[in-house]
């Protein structure tokens, strides 16, 4: 049932009554079944802002599915609605309309404090009666006539916007507020595997691909009701260093890379480009080997070859906004590293780091160079602690110009941050801020009671997350998703497979 509810939200001042920071008209102008649509409007009774932000928190469970005229965002209860570009500038008395469109169970009851830019703000009750309230001062005698068209059923009409309509196949994903979204902005959730091979096979001089690559092979994935693929790559074999054998590196190696991506988009899914090994000799606290070459995970990508093996992909890729970008596997520089500021910093300037002897390319670096190339793709960009400590990455994430950047994670059961609490203190701000990937799950346990807490914990917040690994290894020794190519699963890989295919619409 459609209703409307008018808010006067006013500061409140130390001795002495405020003036109203704002006013607020919060109304729900559709309603349906486990669906409303309802609109925000916003007076600033203060100065001129340039740049504002509304919160507010839903008392009964509400959660935002869409939103426009500001960017909409949410964690639990806590609403927030920031100003797109267009409308930052909102002078003393000038009013500002944002929409939107909610889940709701239960009962639909509106938000009842507001924040302008952070200010608490109380509110005085509604100014108006809500629909059906009987007037203040109710008439003596009844009317002698009942109303012209009274209602006879609760309103059934969809909302007058509905939600946009995915489109189909594999999505050009661009950033709206915390959400990946579509081209016809719809919100989206990559959802899939990893493909394990093509960072060590080459390098290691075995091949491009652990398993076949083949058309078969890829349909296996899709009919787990996967939507995404990661594929983990290594730069010298990308580049053609003569350290890899002839047949596994440069045109070769590009060409096997692209016909994957094309298979998988193909399959309707989105490929996830991501650079697993690099260069640069690296001995010191949890090195992954002596090797100065890329067979192994290093603390850092290298200002030597990281930006132009970027350089090179982004260009391979700039044209199909379908594939997405995945910076770097899985950032240490915490374990070279003194303290947690030089770490970060190192993540993100890059240069000389202490505890590591090349010299480092930053996240900031590989931003610039995937941009520098005209490429507007999706960037994912990891944490440190193996892309497992997001807990900084707000306050040091890069700049892009192109304001499409996604935060990657990885988890597994062994993990530090393996923990709910864990997980409320330190992904939920970020994922109420950018969208957020657990590019890796797993578990060494040959299970899935962990990834199923994992998945239920970024369910409930309809966010992103890929299993590790579509490999046919042994999952005793290592997460392995699959015994095989064909699709059949580990007791490990049943859990992700049967998960996916229930939430497959």
């Not at 302008?116 to 309230?133: F, I, M, N, R, Y």
């Not at 374990?335 to 480092?360: H, K, L, N």
């Not at 970024?458 to 966010?463: A, E, I, P, S, Y």
């Not at 690994?469 to 059949?488: E, F, K, M, R, V």
């Amino acid at each position: 049932m459609a209703a409307s509810t008018a808010l006067a939200v006013v500061g409140t001042a130390t001795g002495a009554a405020a003036a109203p920071v704002c006013t607020v008209e919060y109304s729900v102008t559709n309603q349906w079944t486990g669906g409303f649509q309802g609109a925000v409007t916003v007076t600033n009774n203060s100065t001129a802002l340039n740049g504002w932000s509304l919160g507010f928190s839903f008392p009964a469970g509400q959660q935002v599915s869409q939103g426009w005229g500001g960017k909409w965002s949410q964690s639990g209860t806590a609403v927030t609605v920031a100003h797109e570009s267009w409308n930052a500038r909102l002078d003393a008395g000038a009013k500002v309309t944002t929409g939107f469109i909610a889940s709701w169970t239960g009962a639909n009851t509106a938000p009842t404090a507001f924040t302008l830019g952070g200010a608490a703000c109380t509110t005085d009750g509604p100014t108006t009666p809500p629909t059906g309230t009987p007037p203040t001062d109710p008439p003596t005698t009844p009317p002698t006539t009942p109303p012209t068209d009274p209602p006879t059923t609760p309103p059934t009409t969809p909302p007058t916007l509905p939600p946009p309509t995915p489109v189909a196949g594999a999505p050009e994903l661009t950033v709206t507020g915390n959400k990946f979204t579509d081209q016809n902005g719809a919100v989206r959730r990559l959802l899939g595997v990893n493909r394990s091979g093509g960072e060590f096979m080459c390098v290691q001089g075995h091949g491009i691909w652990d398993g076949p690559a083949d058309d078969a092979s890829v349909k296996a994935i899709a009919d787990w009701k996967a939507n995404t693929v990661r594929i983990p790559l290594n730069e010298e074999c990308w580049l053609g260093l003569d350290n890899v054998k002839p047949e596994y590196r440069g045109a070769n190696y590009i060409d096997a890379v692209k016909d994957l991506v094309t298979k998988v988009l193909a399959h309707g899914m989105t490929p996830v480009v991501e650079l697993h090994w690099t260069h640069g000799q690296y001995t010191g606290n949890s090195s992954g080997c002596a090797d100065v070459h890329a067979t192994c995970q290093k603390p850092m990508p290298n200002a030597r070859y990281t930006p132009a093996f970027w350089t090179s992909v982004a260009n391979t890729f700039k044209n199909d906004k379908r594939v997405v970008l995945d910076l770097f596997n899985e950032p240490y520089p915490d374990r070279a590293t003194s303290t947690a500021t030089q770490a970060w910093t190192c993540w993100r300037d890059g240069g000389t780091c202490p505890g590591i002897g090349y010299e480092v390319a930053g996240m900031q670096d590989l931003v610039d160079a995937v941009r520098a190339t005209g490429a507007k793709n999706l960037v994912l960009v990891p944490g440190i602690a193996y892309s497992n400590d997001l807990s900084q990455w707000l306050t040091y994430r890069p700049t892009d110009p192109a304001q499409n950047l996604g935060a990657a994670w990885h988890v597994y059961n062994f993990n530090t941050c393996s923990t709910e609490t864990c997980w409320n203190d330190t992904l939920a701000p970020v994922a109420a801020q950018v969208p957020l990937l657990a590019g890796e799950i797993g578990e060494n346990t040959c299970g899935h009671a962990f990834i199923d807490r994992v998945m239920k914990w970024f369910d409930d917040r309809g966010l992103s997350y890929l299993g590790w690994t579509w490999n046919t290894w042994n999952c005793n020794s290592g997460p392995a998703l699959i015994t095989s190519y064909d699709g059949t699963p580990t007791a490990f890989g049943v859990g992700l497979r049967d998960h996916l295919r229930a939430l497959a619409p």
